[in-house]
């Protein structure tokens, strides 16, 4: 039987990267194909082909054995192929039936848009499917892993024969993602081919039926789950050993070097999203914040780096108060910050990688002299960074928009290791990397911590959190529901604690009301 979809050299080429090299690519009916590659190794560029936001330079596509030519996403739906974005794409104020309905509108009566006919429609979508929604839900108040049932029913609604999943986990809880695998397996079995993007070596052996591996814009292996393992997936992403395991001694930390007491933040609706939050972090330790992204840890982080103003209670670095310290005072007393959003908070995207190393000295001496800008000093010292930290550009010169993620990534972290600080936030600092940026920057927070920096980690990634941690503060609807000590508790009980729930043995509440780990 031939394959539902192939792919036959194509090739793309950007100004000074070759993206996509006469990739080979064939999907079966019924079939998961796992794309794993490390950022920038031309996975996100093949996709964007298939789904008509990129046009090859060489190269075709067939569908059922027969030629077609995809210039536009609307082209791509036409063919039956659909894509769940890693950001999705709702629109929070519509319903869950005017977002599936968006562009395939139904209508009665000549303009009146038909939701009833339309939630008949999307209801046994729902059961064939095990996709339970509320059609008549606003998007804006269903939990994560419900807007990503509607995106999945958004493209089975649109009859989507081949479903791409582009790192479909990246917002869910454990729980969740388990529940996704096997939503996936459910329709592959209803004859639904997936492609599924991810850089989560466990996911990709746990649900993947076929593994193809891409490397520098070229195939450089296909697999099974049954031939593979984590160790030698991650060699051929690489294309070196790589060491999954983060190496840390244990280490007796020092003095407090910043204390949160009592910490109130509100949203702009003046709901509280941190209620009352009290933690230190000492030097020489990594303190990790575990939780399901959206219960408070964003609006936490902004309120300790001066992003936000809080509402209450007190934030101290080493004994000065900076509850309403601007980002810059907070910087220069020895602060670093790496943003969960990169782009957003970390760099200046049309800036030239050079400057974006210096945004938190560049008014400084050596880099400036007054108001002029120093620039032969400061492409001296990007060209070192660039080396000692590994960034992958043609030039100190080039735009920082221009890197893959990764290499962004590693920008923010050369800029932010590479002065002299006491307390560094590490929010997200892994997010949507591929395992090669993960050993690095695991390896470089851990020489932080060992050198005698507090460390404070933000991730939704549990397995992140239990690694690099020596503590482990557990977030759930904007408190602080435990404080644990990470060699003395499971992953389960952790996980648990993350859904609102304490573990019946082994935990007592202390007068702050906080839950420790009593063995």
Do not use: W
């Not at 298939?50 to 046009?55: D, R």
């Not at 729902?126 to 995106?151: A, C, M, Y």
């Not at 190496?247 to 109130?264: W, Y």
């Not at 007054?370 to 010169?397: C, M, N, W």
């Amino acid at each position: 039987m031939a394959p539902i979809l192939e792919l036959k050299g194509i090739t793309k080429q950007f100004p000074g990267v070759l993206a996509n090299d006469h990739i080979d690519l064939a999907l079966n009916k019924g079939e998961i194909l796992a794309l794993l590659g490390e950022n920038g190794a031309g996975k996100s560029t093949l996709m964007n082909i298939l789904y008509g936001l990129y046009q090859p330079d060489e190269g075709d596509i067939f569908i059922n054995d027969e030629k077609i030519v995809i210039n536009s996403p609307t082209d791509a739906i036409d063919a039956g192929i659909g894509m769940v974005h890693q950001h999705f794409m709702l629109i929070p104020v519509f319903t869950v039936v005017e977002n599936i309905m968006l562009g395939q509108e139904s209508v009665k009566f000549g303009d009146f848009l038909d939701r009833a006919d339309a939630s008949k429609k999307i209801l046994e979508i729902s059961e064939q499917f095990n996709l339970p929604v509320n059609p008549n839900d606003l998007v804006r108040d269903i939990p994560v892993g419900i807007q990503q049932k509607v995106e999945i029913i958004k493209l089975l609604y649109r009859q989507a024969e081949i479903l791409i999943f582009d790192e479909p986990t990246a917002v869910l809880t454990p729980q969740e993602a388990d529940e996704l695998f096997d939503i996936m397996r459910s329709l592959a079995k209803q004859g639904k081919s997936i492609i599924f993007i991810t850089h989560k070596l466990r996911e990709v052996l746990e649900v993947a039926d076929r593994i193809m591996v891409i490397r520098l814009g070229a195939v450089v292996g296909e697999t099974t789950p049954q031939q593979a393992d984590k160790n030698s997936l991650a060699a051929m992403m690489v294309g070196r050993e790589v060491s999954l395991v983060v190496e840390k001694e244990t280490k007796v930390p020092g003095d407090i070097v910043v204390s949160i007491r009592d910490l109130l933040v509100t949203d702009k609706y003046q709901n509280i999203v941190v209620d009352h939050v009290s933690l230190d972090v000492r030097a020489g330790e990594v303190v990790g914040i575990a939780g399901v992204q959206g219960n408070g840890q964003t609006e936490l982080v902004e309120a300790i780096t001066g992003l936000r103003k809080s509402a209450g209670g007190q934030v101290t670095l080493m004994g000065r108060d900076i509850t309403h310290a601007t980002p810059r005072k907070i910087t220069e007393l020895g602060s670093a910050h790496v943003p969960e959003d990169r782009q957003m908070d970390g760099l200046v995207l049309p800036f030239p990688t050079a400057e974006n190393l210096v945004l938190c000295t560049y008014y400084k001496k050596p880099f400036s002299k007054g108001a002029v800008l120093q620039y032969q000093i400061i492409l001296e010292h990007a060209k070192r960074l660039i080396h000692d930290f590994d960034i992958r550009t043609p030039s100190a010169l080039t735009p920082v928009s221009n890197l893959s993620g990764g290499n962004q990534q590693k920008v923010i972290i050369a800029r932010e290791l590479s002065r002299p600080i006491q307390f560094l936030m590490a929010s997200q600092p892994t997010r949507g990397l591929d395992v090669g940026s993960i050993e690095y920057i695991h390896k470089r927070l851990v020489q932080k911590r060992d050198e005698g920096c507090a460390v404070l980690l933000v991730s939704p990634e549990l397995d992140e959190v239990m690694e690099l941690s020596d503590r482990i503060a557990v977030m759930f609807r904007g408190k602080i529901l435990a404080i644990v000590d990470s060699q003395l508790v499971t992953k389960e009980q952790v996980g648990l604690m993350m859904t609102g729930e304490i573990p019946e043995e082994g935990f007592h509440a202390n007068e702050n009301r906080v839950v420790e780990r009593t063995f």
